[in-house]
Nanobody, 122 residues
Framework: VQLQASGGGLVQAGGSLRLSCAAS????????MGWFRQAPGKEREFVAG????????YYADSVKGRFTISRDNAKNTANLQMNSLKPEDTAVYYC????????????????WGQGTLVTVSS
């Protein structure tokens, strides 16, 4: 599956952004979808994931209660709604697809989008 992330931008602290990930391929509905982020000088870290059924979601503690991941299998899209953004959320955000159930590490994902930059100003 090929992925294309979009929706990044500059936002003030406390604001919101919605990231989207468009996928190609007829088997999108079989993949767990995830979002990761990577800040300058830091390792890529898990943000959120959603399994095939869309009812099973899981989050990093740092974003729980502020971010919401969703998917639309009919449209081959996965989204990340980010609310109450903080300066520490600034990073390049990547969407990813996995054949496995609920992975949280980068090596658990098979395909990656190109990344979209989110900058949160204080």
């Amino acid at each position: 599956v090929q992925l294309q992330a979009s929706g990044g931008g500059l936002v003030q602290a406390g604001g919101s952004l919605r990231l989207s990930c468009a996928a190609s391929g007829r088997t999108f509905g079989r993949y767990t979808m995830g979002w990761f982020r990577q800040a300058p000088g830091k390792e890529r870290e898990f943000v959120a994931g959603i399994m095939w059924t869309a009812s099973n979601t899981y989050y990093a503690d740092s974003v729980k209660g502020r971010f919401t991941i969703s998917r639309d299998n009919a449209k081959n899209t996965a989204n990340l709604q980010m609310n109450s953004l903080k300066p520490e959320d600034t990073a390049v955000y990547y969407c990813a697809a996995s054949r496995y159930a609920a992975p949280r590490t980068p090596d658990g994902f098979d395909s990656w989008g190109q990344g979209t930059l989110v900058t949160v100003s204080s």
